[in-house]
């Protein structure tokens, strides 16, 4: 059901780690040979292209690449109750944390007359993208909306694909929840193509698109397939990009205390994500990997999409990892840099204090990912694919820019005239110096 891999009674170097841990075979570079005319063509005729798209990778032709007003309206009085109640209590949690983010603008008085002001400006507009192949996720889209809004952006655009079953529009809850948050400028477009929209703008090809379908963004942010990854990679420098994120992570680091069914029971719960899902099992007890294993097979066999987690499970980017100590442990997962990072030993919270590297961490028994993924408050929009060694999750910082307000009065310019001219000349510029000296 799942690969072993034995670390115990070996020293590995960083490099022998990254070369020896699980990952998926995930080649971008050929999706983006195939994403590049996609690109070009919906940049080229806009909605025409769009609508051709949708027919071809959705099966499904919309009428409305913008959803009509009335019908987003018009999702939440169909919304089951129980999911209404769960998406408005998961809004609440998630906009207490990043309303909690926002970072403060401050002064530094350098010397008397001198003053550097740092100030955070939002984007003016973003787009946020919502996949809706394998499963639908209204919860990414809480994650992304959130986010914007309480960095201050002033104009959010959702896409996510158009669905058979829903007359060519996104899925009804998609749509619910975009209502529920305000949003009402939402797009029935999936894939790379809803990418070069965001990324591009859009002409209309019909009537109800109008003479400009959608206007360019300037961040384009949430997950998607390797082809939206790639899709991303390619049109970033025309706009901003939070990731290009790959298939979803999860690294679990037990030792004998954890309980081997919850452990199972969340590798399983990545793994139902997609084929190229990653379950990462690091432990120090081979009784616990025995029994991890057991209670795979039963679950497995019981949940809705087994043959799916069965191809996750056995693939070659997940595995159990045994290790000798808790310290060759944090190791192996610091060196993995896991999107999300389970720790379920004893002193899991001082545990999870040295760890380096991950999207996020889950901290103890009660902390599943699942948690995180719908209702923590945490985002769970996050780096995968080792990225986490340098980027962040999704949050306020990422639509928001420090923007750098210089003042000097005369006297302060005048108190640094003459080192401003010595290292100019120092660097043979002179004309820099020559700025300054031009002012006395």
């Known amino acids: 059901m799942i690969s072993r891999i034995d670390l115990r009674g070996r020293t590995l170097s960083r490099r022998e780690l990254l070369e020896t841990l699980p990952r998926p075979e995930l080649d971008v570079e050929s999706a983006a040979a195939a994403v590049e005319p996609i690109l070009a063509d919906v940049r080229a005729r806009g909605a025409a292209a769009l609508r051709e798209l949708a027919e071809r990778f959705d099966g499904v032709r919309p009428e409305h690449l913008r959803v009509p007003a009335d019908a987003i309206a018009a999702s939440v009085s169909v919304l089951d109750p129980a999911v209404r109640a769960a998406l408005e209590e998961t809004i609440l949690r998630v906009r207490q944390v990043h309303a909690a983010q926002r970072p403060a603008h401050h002064t530094v008085q350098v010397a008397p007359g001198a003053q550097v002001r740092q100030r955070w400006i939002p984007v003016r507009r973003v787009g946020l993208y919502v996949p809706g192949g394998l499963a639908v996720y209204p919860s990414s889209v809480i994650m992304n909306v959130v986010a914007a809004q309480e960095a201050g952006v002033g104009s959010l655009a959702v896409t996510s694909p158009p669905q058979r079953d829903n007359g060519g529009l996104p899925d009804p809850v998609v749509l619910a929840t975009c209502a529920l948050l305000g949003v009402d400028e939402v797009y029935a477009v999936g894939g790379a193509q809803a990418i070069g929209m965001l990324a591009y703008g859009a002409t209309g090809s019909e009537p109800a698109d109008g003479d400009t379908l959608c206007e360019p963004v300037d961040v384009i942010t949430g997950p998607g397939n390797v082809y939206v990854a790639a899709a991303k990679r390619l049109v970033r420098g025309a706009v901003g990009i939070d990731a290009e994120a790959g298939p979803t992570e999860i690294a679990v680091l037990a030792d004998g205390t954890a309980d081997a069914d919850h452990v199972a029971a969340d590798l399983v719960s990545q793994a139902e994500h997609d084929p190229l899902a990653a379950s990462v099992l690091v432990t120090t007890s081979i009784e616990l990997a025995g029994a991890v294993e057991s209670k795979l097979v039963v679950r497995v066999q019981a949940t809705r999409h087994a043959e799916r987690v069965a191809q996750a499970l056995t693939g070659p980017q997940s595995a159990i990892v045994l290790v000798d100590d808790l310290d060759a442990g944090l190791a192996v997962v610091n060196a993995?840099?896991?999107?999300?990072?389970?720790?379920?030993?004893?002193?899991?919270?001082?545990?999870?204090?040295?760890?380096?590297?991950?999207?996020?961490?889950?901290?103890?028994?009660?902390?599943?990912?699942?948690?995180?993924?719908?209702?923590?408050?945490?985002?769970?929009?996050?780096?995968?694919?080792?990225?986490?060694?340098?980027?962040?999750?999704?949050?306020?910082?990422?639509?928001?820019?420090?923007?750098?307000?210089?003042?000097?009065?005369?006297?302060?310019?005048?108190?640094?005239?003459?080192?401003?001219?010595?290292?100019?000349?120092?660097?043979?510029?002179?004309?820099h110096g020559e700025a300054v000296r031009a002012r006395f």
């Open 336 to 431: 993995y840099g896991a999107e999300h990072l389970e720790i379920q030993t004893a002193d899991a919270a001082a545990v999870a204090e040295r760890v380096t590297s991950a999207g996020a961490i889950f901290v103890g028994a009660y902390s599943p990912v699942s948690l995180g993924d719908y209702m923590a408050g945490s985002n769970h929009v996050l780096p995968t694919g080792g990225c986490a060694h340098f980027s962040s999750g999704l949050g306020v910082h990422s639509f928001v820019r420090a923007v750098q307000v210089v003042e000097y009065d005369a006297d302060a310019l005048r108190e640094v005239a003459d080192r401003i001219v010595a290292l100019a000349d120092a660097e043979g510029l002179p004309a």
